[in-house]
């Protein structure tokens, strides 16, 4: 039977692997001392810092949207002047005049296409091109064309305007676009539905529509010193119908504009 032998450590040997491994236990505990005393206020005052700049930055971000909102809404107020449309000859009044109600079709959600804006201003010389089409989504002017106005509504200049059928004048207001349409007589034309009851309510009755005509042309400017007149119907130069019916059609607002006192007291939609 084998017996189990176990070396004896001297006296001076034990004493000194004592003291060594007892400087070893102050060390680590002289260290961990250190660390708990020299960085965990660091660490705490680090967590302090990055939950304020959290507290910071959460309203920063949810508000993201609606800073980008208020600089749209803020384009859009100031469109007049972005697109420099007095130097096209349309005023700022007329130009508010007509946000105002496209801004109330707009919110009655009758609107389909409400970035598109047409406005027609009767107040200007026939000579003048005095339609203007709008694109607030691409903050653009997109066509300033030539309009001719119905045959008793005026010669160089309109002055009187009807919704009776058969007056052979033109209508004030806001109006609906529709549809292209072919007809036997004028081709191409647009379809427009009169939006204010007693101003230009009886446009589809009356077949008051867009059209190109010959008579809308600079060339028919130069030969008679202002526009032919239709029967009506607000008529556009021939080259300029496509690209402006593709534009403006289905559910955009037209809006046809004279100083006249009575419509400008009693629209429904500027009042």
């Known amino acids: 039977m084998n017996e189990d032998k176990t070396t004896a450590i001297p006296q001076k040997h034990q004493k000194k692997a004592n003291e060594c491994c007892l400087r070893e236990s102050l060390t680590v505990q002289y260290n961990s001392i250190k660390v708990r005393s020299v960085y965990n206020p660091y660490f705490c ?119 009776k059928a058969g007056t052979l004048k033109s209508s004030l207001g806001f109006y609906l676009t529709k549809n292209q349409a072919l007809g036997s007589e004028v081709g191409l034309s647009l379809i427009i539905q009169g939006l204010e009851k007693g101003f230009n309510d009886n446009a589809v009755n009356r077949e008051i529509i867009m059209h190109g005509a010959d008579y809308a042309t600079e060339d028919f400017v130069r030969k008679n010193g202002r526009l032919g007149r239709s029967f009506g119907c607000p008529s556009l130069p021939p080259d300029m119908i496509k690209p402006v019916f593709q534009t403006i059609e289905k559910g955009s607002c037209l809006f046809i504009y004279y100083p006249d006192n009575n419509y400008l007291l009693h629209s429904s939609l500027l009042n």
Do not use: C, W
């Open 45 to 163: 005052t680090m967590k302090k810092y990055l939950f304020y700049l959290l507290l910071f930055l959460i309203p920063v971000i949810n508000n993201a949207g609606s800073g980008e909102l208020h600089l749209v809404k803020e384009a859009n107020r100031d469109i007049y002047s972005v697109l420099n449309l007095s130097a096209f000859g349309l005023s700022k009044q007329v130009f508010q005049l007509a946000m105002k109600g496209h801004n109330k079709l707009k919110e009655a959600g009758q609107l389909e296409n409400p970035s598109i804006l047409t406005i027609v201003d009767f107040s200007q010389s026939s000579k003048n091109k005095r339609m203007y089409v709008i694109d607030f989504t691409k903050q653009t002017l997109l066509f300033n064309t030539l309009v001719a106005h119905g045959k008793n509504t005026g010669d160089e200049f309109a002055h009187y305007f009807s919704n």
